[in-house]
């Protein structure tokens, strides 16, 4: 199940951290953040850039998925999700693309 809860991301982003031994001043520097960005994501309290998540996970050897899912029922409807995609505007329709093209690639 994918986890939408920025507070949810923050904290296992927190523990995954811990587990490596990483301050957080730490994985900032390494992905290119100020200390206090770093800090606000793992608080939950800001929407961080796909970019940037990116970079955190790769600091932290974990793949996206890691972090953006949880144990439980792993089924999609997809159909749901073509249905809702459609409804949107062409443009929509291309940036939705463009961010599960980035996502699939981050999985490579």
């Known amino acids: 199940m994918l986890v939408f809860d920025f507070i ?5 982003l927190y523990s995954i951290r811990k ?10 520097e390494a992905a290119g953040l100020s200390d206090r960005t770093y800090a606000d994501i793992e608080r939950g309290s800001v929407n961080m850039r796909i970019e940037s998540f990116l970079k955190i996970c790769n600091v932290l050897h974990v793949t996206p998925n890691e972090i953006l899912t949880e144990e ?21 329709q291309q940036t ?11 999985l490579e």
């Open 8 to 12: 949810a991301i923050g904290n296992k």
């Open 19 to 28: 587990k490596t031994g990483m301050t957080q001043a730490q994985v900032a």
């Open 72 to 92: 439980g029922d792993a089924s999609v409807d997809v159909n749901g999700i073509l249905g809702k995609l459609a409804a949107r505007s062409p443009k929509e």
């Open 96 to 106: 939705a693309m463009k961010l599960l093209e980035v996502y699939l690639n981050s």
